[in-house]
C-alpha cells in the first residue's frame, strides 16, 4: 500500500512561475495592469480567440456574459445538470431560468436531441460543458443557436487545450469560459478568461469586470493619468497581476502539461482495461483532442459489487484520493425544491451522479502513482471477492 497520500488534483509549480510572481510582487503594481493584459494576449494567441478579458474566475464570467446579454424574467437558458453548480446558479442568479437537457451517458456531453426537445421562444442562450476536456459536439450546437438567433455560451472550465475537429476550444466568435482554478489544467490560484469574436462585446465586458468603469486602474493610476466615467454600474471581477503572472508562466508549459497528462491518461486506460468491475466514458464520435482534465469512472454496484461512495471510503483507507465530479445540479437541495424534474427526463445524468468517481490525475503525478491507483483499486474488489 503507499505510504503517501496521493491527493486527485495538485497544481504543478515550478521556479518559473515562483520568479514570475516575485517579480511582479517586487515590481510596484499588484492589480489588474501590465500582466493582466499580457496574459490576455498570450492566452488569445493560445487558443486563436480574436479577444481574451481576463476575470476573477469562470464564475464570474458567466455572471459577465449573462449581464451582457440583458436577461428578463422568464428567459430561459438551456444547460448540463452534470457539472459544477456555478454556471447554473449564474443563469438563476441573473434572472433567468435553468433548463436542463441530458447528456450522453457514454461520453458525459450535452445531448443535444434533448437540448431540441426543451427549447422554448424563451430560450435565450444555450450553455454546455466541455465535460472532462473533451469537446461537446459545437458544429451541431452552433447551428441550432444560430438558426434561432440565441448566443452560445461554452463552459470551457476543462478545455484549455481541447480541440473540436481540429480546432481549439476558444477560436469560435461565440463567447467561451475558461476556469484557472486551481485544480484546472492551468491555474492562477483563482481566475477566468472570456473568449469571444465580438470586438463590442469584449469591450462591454472590460468594462463590466470593473465597476461599469470605462478606465481600469492601470489607466487611472499608470502613465496614462486620465479621467473615467461609468457608463454602467456593474460588480469588481478583474483579475490581479500577480494572478496573471502566473497564469502567463503555466500557459508557456501548457504543452508540457497537456503531454503529462495525456501520457498519464494513456497508461489509466490500459491498466483498467484489465479491470473489469469498472466502466468509463468513451472518447466522443468525431474528431477531437481531450484535454484530459479529469479522469472518470463509473463504479455501478451491480458490476462493482459495492457502491460508489464505498469505493471512494476503502480507495481513501489506501491513500487514494479521489474527487466527485459532478453530481447532477438539478438533484442538489436548492434545484431540486425551485424545479423539480418530472421523473425520467434527465435519466441519464441522474445514473451517471450516482455512480461518477474522479481518479487522481495531474501533470507532476508520475507513472508509478497511476500503477498505485489501479492496485489499490484491484485490491479493493479483490478483498470484496475473498
Ligand atoms: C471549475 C468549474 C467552473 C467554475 O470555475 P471557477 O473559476 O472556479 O469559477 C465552472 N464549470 C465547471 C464545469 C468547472 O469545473
Not at 122 to 137: E, K, S, Y
Not at 205 to 215: K, N, T, V
Request: charged share 25%; net charge negative.
Amino acid at each position: 500500500m503507499r505510504a503517501e497520500f496521493l491527493p486527485v488534483a495538485r497544481p504543478s509549480i515550478t521556479d518559473l512561475e515562483v520568479a514570475a510572481v516575485e517579480t511582479t510582487l517586487r515590481s510596484g503594481w499588484l492589480t489588474s495592469g501590465p500582466q493582466t493584459a499580457a496574459f490576455e494576449e498570450e492566452f488569445a494567441e493560445a487558443v486563436g480567440a480574436k479577444h481574451a478579458v481576463a476575470v476573477a474566475s469562470a464564475t464570474a464570467g458567466f455572471f459577465l456574459v449573462l449581464q451582457a446579454l440583458g436577461l428578463e424574467e422568464g428567459d430561459e437558458i438551456v444547460t448540463a445538470s452534470l457539472t459544477w453548480p456555478s454556471p447554473v446558479n449564474a443563469i438563476h442568479l441573473s434572472g433567468a431560468r435553468p433548463v436542463f437537457a441530458d447528456i450522453h451517458p457514454d461520453t458525459l456531453q450535452l445531448d443535444i436531441d434533448s437540448v431540441e426537445a426543451v427549447l422554448t421562444p424563451r430560450t435565450r442562450a444555450i450553455l454546455p460543458v466541455h465535460f472532462a476536456g473533451q469537446p461537446v459536439d459545437l458544429d451541431r450546437l452552433g447551428e441550432l443557436c444560430s438558426s434561432r438567433g440565441i448566443l452560445l455560451i461554452e463552459d470551457a472550465a476543462h478545455a484549455i487545450g481541447t480541440q473540436y475537429r481540429g480546432r481549439p476550444i476558444g477560436e469560435r466568435d461565440n463567447p467561451a469560459v475558461f476556469s484557472f482554478h486551481a485544480i484546472k489544467n492551468v491555474t492562477c490560484g483563482e481566475g477566468g478568461m472570456i473568449t469571444t469574436g465580438d470586438p463590442a462585446l469584449a469591450q462591454r465586458l472590460r468594462r463590466l469586470r470593473f465597476h461599469g468603469i470605462d478606465q481600469d486602474a492601470w489607466k487611472r493610476h499608470g502613465k496614462e493619468a486620465a479621467s473615467y466615467d461609468l457608463i454602467e454600474p456593474s460588480g469588481k471581477h478583474n483579475l490581479t497581476d500577480l494572478q496573471a503572472a502566473l497564469g502567463r508562466a503555466q500557459l508557456q508549459r501548457l504543452d508540457e502539461l497537456q503531454a503529462s497528462r495525456l501520457r498519464l491518461a494513456t497508461l489509466y486506460e490500459s491498466l483498467l482495461d484489465q479491470v473489469p468491475e469498472l466502466s468509463r466514458p468513451v472518447r466522443v464520435p468525431y474528431p477531437s483532442k481531450p484535454a484530459w482534465h479529469l479522469y472518470t469512472v463509473f463504479v455501478d454496484s451491480e458490476r462493482a459489487g459495492l457502491e460508489r461512495d464505498q469505493f471512494r471510503a476503502e480507495l481513501r483507507r489506501r491513500n487514494i484520493g479521489t474527487g466527485l465530479h459532478f453530481l447532477a445540479v438539478h438533484e442538489l437541495s436548492y434545484y431540486r425544491q425551485k424545479f423539480p424534474q418530472p421523473p425520467g427526463m434527465l435519466r441519464h445524468s441522474e445514473w451517471v451522479s450516482a455512480r461518477i468517481v474522479t481518479l487522481p490525475l495531474f501533470a507532476d503525478m508520475q507513472e508509478g502513482d497511476v500503477g498505485d491507483v489501479v492496485e489499490a483499486i484491484r485490491d479493493v474488489f479483490s478483498a470484496r471477492a475473498s
